[in-house]
Protein backbone atom coordinates (compact mmCIF):
# COMPACT_ATOMS: atom_id res chain seq x y z
CA UNK A 1 0.00 0.00 0.00
CA UNK A 2 1.56 3.67 -1.29
CA UNK A 3 2.81 5.25 1.79
CA UNK A 4 4.11 8.99 2.69
CA UNK A 5 5.16 9.60 6.44
CA UNK A 6 6.13 12.58 8.36
CA UNK A 7 8.54 12.33 11.20
CA UNK A 8 6.44 14.23 13.72
CA UNK A 9 1.96 14.67 13.59
CA UNK A 10 2.16 18.05 16.40
CA UNK A 11 5.53 19.88 17.11
CA UNK A 12 5.96 23.34 19.06
CA UNK A 13 9.14 25.26 18.71
CA UNK A 14 10.54 28.72 19.92
CA UNK A 15 10.53 31.96 17.74
CA UNK A 16 14.22 31.50 16.11
CA UNK A 17 14.34 27.79 16.39
CA UNK A 18 15.61 26.06 13.36
CA UNK A 19 13.27 23.29 12.27
CA UNK A 20 13.29 20.26 10.60
CA UNK A 21 10.81 18.43 8.90
CA UNK A 22 11.21 14.80 7.30
CA UNK A 23 9.19 13.34 4.89
CA UNK A 24 9.31 9.89 3.29
CA UNK A 25 7.56 7.95 0.71
CA UNK A 26 7.73 4.10 -0.29
CA UNK A 27 6.42 4.45 -3.73
CA UNK A 28 9.83 5.20 -5.33
CA UNK A 29 8.10 8.12 -6.77
CA UNK A 30 10.35 11.05 -8.23
CA UNK A 31 7.92 13.97 -7.38
CA UNK A 32 7.78 15.14 -3.90
CA UNK A 33 6.55 18.81 -2.09
CA UNK A 34 5.90 20.17 0.21
CA UNK A 35 3.15 22.63 0.78
CA UNK A 36 1.53 24.47 3.99
CA UNK A 37 -2.20 24.66 4.45
CA UNK A 38 -4.30 27.38 6.02
CA UNK A 39 -7.56 28.25 7.15
CA UNK A 40 -9.07 30.39 3.75
CA UNK A 41 -6.40 29.75 1.99
CA UNK A 42 -6.03 26.17 1.03
CA UNK A 43 -3.03 24.55 0.16
CA UNK A 44 0.18 26.53 -0.79
CA UNK A 45 2.97 25.35 -2.34
CA UNK A 46 6.24 25.62 -0.66
CA UNK A 47 8.88 24.03 -2.53
CA UNK A 48 9.15 20.97 -4.81
CA UNK A 49 11.16 18.21 -5.82
CA UNK A 50 11.55 16.45 -9.22
CA UNK A 51 14.74 14.16 -8.64
CA UNK A 52 17.46 13.76 -5.92
CA UNK A 53 19.51 16.74 -5.78
CA UNK A 54 16.90 19.21 -7.51
CA UNK A 55 14.57 21.64 -6.07
CA UNK A 56 12.19 24.22 -7.24
CA UNK A 57 10.33 27.09 -5.48
CA UNK A 58 6.71 26.80 -5.37
CA UNK A 59 4.99 29.74 -4.44
CA UNK A 60 5.55 31.07 -0.99
CA UNK A 61 9.09 29.24 -0.36
CA UNK A 62 10.53 32.68 1.65
CA UNK A 63 12.34 31.37 5.23
CA UNK A 64 12.12 28.23 3.91
CA UNK A 65 14.54 25.65 2.47
CA UNK A 66 14.57 21.73 1.38
CA UNK A 67 16.76 19.44 0.83
CA UNK A 68 16.25 16.19 -1.02
CA UNK A 69 19.46 13.33 -0.53
CA UNK A 70 17.91 10.41 -0.95
CA UNK A 71 14.59 9.77 -3.73
CA UNK A 72 12.58 8.47 -0.42
CA UNK A 73 13.35 11.06 1.30
CA UNK A 74 11.90 15.48 1.29
CA UNK A 75 13.30 17.55 4.11
CA UNK A 76 11.55 20.73 4.86
CA UNK A 77 13.89 22.78 6.76
CA UNK A 78 12.60 26.76 8.57
CA UNK A 79 15.93 28.67 9.22
CA UNK A 80 14.74 30.51 12.17
CA UNK A 81 10.79 29.96 12.94
CA UNK A 82 8.80 32.89 12.98
CA UNK A 83 5.41 32.68 14.61
CA UNK A 84 3.76 33.45 10.89
CA UNK A 85 5.04 29.82 10.48
CA UNK A 86 2.27 28.10 12.64
CA UNK A 87 0.45 25.47 10.14
CA UNK A 88 -0.13 22.70 9.08
CA UNK A 89 2.35 21.18 7.13
CA UNK A 90 1.70 18.37 4.53
CA UNK A 91 4.37 16.59 2.28
CA UNK A 92 3.13 14.84 -0.79
CA UNK A 93 4.59 12.41 -3.83
CA UNK A 94 3.68 11.77 -7.07
CA UNK A 95 4.52 10.07 -10.12
CA UNK A 96 6.10 12.28 -12.91
CA UNK A 97 3.54 14.65 -14.59
CA UNK A 98 4.56 13.33 -17.69
CA UNK A 99 2.63 10.19 -16.68
CA UNK A 100 -1.05 9.91 -18.30
CA UNK A 101 -2.65 8.33 -15.72
CA UNK A 102 -2.00 7.86 -11.97
CA UNK A 103 -0.19 10.36 -11.50
CA UNK A 104 -2.08 12.00 -8.49
CA UNK A 105 -0.28 13.06 -5.83
CA UNK A 106 -0.12 11.04 -2.30
CA UNK A 107 -0.22 12.86 0.70
CA UNK A 108 1.31 12.35 4.48
CA UNK A 109 -0.37 12.82 7.41
CA UNK A 110 0.90 16.35 7.95
CA UNK A 111 2.43 18.07 11.10
CA UNK A 112 0.70 20.53 13.05
CA UNK A 113 3.56 23.00 13.75
CA UNK A 114 3.18 25.95 16.55
CA UNK A 115 5.68 28.36 16.69
CA UNK A 116 5.52 30.61 19.87
CA UNK B 1 -6.34 35.29 -11.13
CA UNK B 2 -5.99 32.55 -9.38
CA UNK B 3 -5.03 28.92 -10.97
CA UNK B 4 -8.23 27.38 -9.72
CA UNK B 5 -11.10 28.79 -8.35
CA UNK B 6 -13.79 26.86 -6.26
CA UNK B 7 -17.02 27.90 -4.59
CA UNK B 8 -16.14 27.49 -0.74
CA UNK B 9 -19.71 26.86 0.04
CA UNK B 10 -20.47 25.73 3.30
CA UNK B 11 -22.95 23.15 1.52
CA UNK B 12 -25.57 21.55 3.96
CA UNK B 13 -27.90 18.99 2.25
CA UNK B 14 -30.21 16.64 4.05
CA UNK B 15 -29.21 12.47 3.61
CA UNK B 16 -30.27 11.32 0.06
CA UNK B 17 -30.20 14.55 -1.66
CA UNK B 18 -27.84 15.53 -4.88
CA UNK B 19 -24.95 18.17 -4.63
CA UNK B 20 -23.07 19.46 -7.03
CA UNK B 21 -19.26 21.43 -6.93
CA UNK B 22 -18.12 23.16 -9.82
CA UNK B 23 -14.49 24.65 -10.44
CA UNK B 24 -12.97 26.54 -12.64
CA UNK B 25 -8.96 26.99 -13.78
CA UNK B 26 -7.00 29.57 -15.91
CA UNK B 27 -4.51 27.64 -17.04
CA UNK B 28 -5.66 25.98 -20.81
CA UNK B 29 -2.68 23.81 -20.86
CA UNK B 30 -3.50 21.64 -17.79
CA UNK B 31 -3.34 17.55 -18.57
CA UNK B 32 -4.75 16.23 -15.09
CA UNK B 33 -7.61 16.84 -13.26
CA UNK B 34 -8.86 15.36 -9.48
CA UNK B 35 -11.08 15.96 -7.01
CA UNK B 36 -9.81 15.19 -3.33
CA UNK B 37 -11.50 14.88 -0.16
CA UNK B 38 -10.21 16.53 3.02
CA UNK B 39 -11.49 15.51 6.65
CA UNK B 40 -11.09 17.85 9.58
CA UNK B 41 -7.70 17.63 10.55
CA UNK B 42 -6.39 15.08 8.09
CA UNK B 43 -4.58 15.08 4.85
CA UNK B 44 -6.33 15.10 1.31
CA UNK B 45 -7.08 11.98 -0.35
CA UNK B 46 -7.62 10.94 -3.51
CA UNK B 47 -11.31 10.86 -4.44
CA UNK B 48 -11.50 10.26 -7.72
CA UNK B 49 -9.20 11.82 -10.96
CA UNK B 50 -11.53 13.29 -13.74
CA UNK B 51 -11.30 11.96 -17.34
CA UNK B 52 -11.94 13.80 -20.80
CA UNK B 53 -15.12 11.58 -21.26
CA UNK B 54 -16.21 12.16 -17.83
CA UNK B 55 -16.06 8.94 -15.44
CA UNK B 56 -18.41 7.65 -12.21
CA UNK B 57 -17.55 5.73 -9.44
CA UNK B 58 -20.63 4.90 -7.48
CA UNK B 59 -22.65 7.62 -6.45
CA UNK B 60 -19.54 9.96 -7.79
CA UNK B 61 -19.80 11.84 -11.37
CA UNK B 62 -16.69 13.84 -12.44
CA UNK B 63 -16.84 15.98 -15.04
CA UNK B 64 -14.50 17.86 -17.40
CA UNK B 65 -15.22 20.68 -19.74
CA UNK B 66 -11.85 21.72 -21.50
CA UNK B 67 -13.66 24.76 -23.27
CA UNK B 68 -15.03 26.30 -20.74
CA UNK B 69 -12.34 25.15 -18.10
CA UNK B 70 -14.52 23.82 -15.57
CA UNK B 71 -14.40 20.51 -13.89
CA UNK B 72 -17.41 19.58 -11.53
CA UNK B 73 -17.83 16.86 -9.17
CA UNK B 74 -21.99 15.29 -8.39
CA UNK B 75 -22.61 13.28 -5.58
CA UNK B 76 -26.16 11.77 -5.50
CA UNK B 77 -27.73 10.23 -2.52
CA UNK B 78 -25.45 11.51 0.02
CA UNK B 79 -25.03 10.00 2.78
CA UNK B 80 -23.95 11.55 6.76
CA UNK B 81 -20.22 9.70 6.11
CA UNK B 82 -19.59 12.13 2.83
CA UNK B 83 -19.59 15.22 5.21
CA UNK B 84 -16.19 16.64 4.61
CA UNK B 85 -14.11 19.17 2.36
CA UNK B 86 -13.56 18.37 -1.07
CA UNK B 87 -10.82 20.04 -3.25
CA UNK B 88 -10.18 20.39 -7.04
CA UNK B 89 -6.60 20.25 -8.21
CA UNK B 90 -5.53 20.88 -11.25
CA UNK B 91 -1.64 19.58 -12.94
CA UNK B 92 -0.45 21.51 -15.74
CA UNK B 93 2.91 20.80 -15.04
CA UNK B 94 5.29 20.29 -12.64
CA UNK B 95 3.07 21.45 -9.97
CA UNK B 96 -0.33 20.70 -8.83
CA UNK B 97 -3.02 23.82 -8.35
CA UNK B 98 -5.65 23.44 -5.16
CA UNK B 99 -8.86 24.99 -4.90
CA UNK B 100 -9.65 26.22 -1.28
CA UNK B 101 -11.52 23.48 -0.90
CA UNK B 102 -15.66 23.53 -0.66
CA UNK B 103 -17.13 22.12 2.70
CA UNK B 104 -19.98 19.70 2.97
CA UNK B 105 -21.98 19.12 5.49
CA UNK B 106 -24.90 16.25 5.36
CA UNK B 107 -27.45 16.42 7.55
CA UNK B 108 -30.16 13.42 9.28
Redo the contacts between chains.
Keep these: DVKVTQSSRYLVKRTGEKVFLECVQDMDHENMFWYRQDPGLGLRLIYFSYDVKMKEKGDIPEGYSVSREKKERFSLILESASTNQTSMYLCASSLPTGVAVGNEQFFGPGTRLTVL | RKEVEQD ?1 GPFNVPEGATVAFNCTYSNSAS ?2 F ?1 WYRQDCR ?5 LM ?1 VYSSGNEDGRFTAQLNRASQYISLLIRDSKLSDSATY ?1 C ?1 V ?1 P ?4 Y ?4 TSLTVIP
Design positions: PQSFKEPKLSLVNGNQFFGTG
